[in-house]
C-alpha cells in the first residue's frame, strides 16, 4: 500500500510512480506510435520531476506568496493532496483504467498550480499527463 501523500515532494513522488507504472503498461494501453513517444517523452520528463521535488517552492512552500496564491500551502493543499492520495490508493488497490484516469486528472489539477507558482517549471508534466489522459479516453470508447 502506498504511503500517505502528506506534502508536495510526496505528491511529486506519485506522480513519478503512476507515469513508470504507465510506461510498463504502455503495450496494453497505447497505440505503437504513442507508446514511442511516449518512452522519449518520460526520458526528459522525469529528471525534470526529480529536480522538482528538490526545489525550494515544493520544500517550503510557506515560504513562497505564489504557492498560498495557487493554493499550495495549508488547508487548500491539505484538501487537494488528500482527494488525490484516495484516487492514488483506490488506483494502488483496486487498478483499472477508470482509477487511473482519475488520480491522473486529480494529479494534472495539481500540477496546474505547480506550473503557476514555481518559477522555471512549465507546463510539461500537465501536458504530459493530458495527452496520457485523452489517449486512455479513447481506449475507454
Partial sequence: MPEKIENLEEFLMAIIWLL????????????????????????????????????????????????????????????????FEYSYIEFHEEGGLENLIVVLEKGQFLLNNITSAVPGFGSFAQELIDFIIKELKQRQI
Fill in 20 to 83: 513508470k507504472i504507465i510506461e510498463k503498461s504502455s503495450p496494453l494501453l497505447f497505440r505503437s506510435n504513442f507508446r514511442t513517444n511516449y518512452s522519449h517523452s518520460l526520458e526528459e520528463a522525469l529528471p525534470r520531476l526529480d529536480k522538482l521535488k528538490r526545489d525550494d517552492h515544493i520544500q517550503f512552500p510557506t515560504d513562497f506568496e505564489a504557492m498560498s496564491e495557487s493554493g499550495l500551502t495549508g488547508n487548500q493543499l491539505d484538501l487537494k493532496l488528500e482527494s
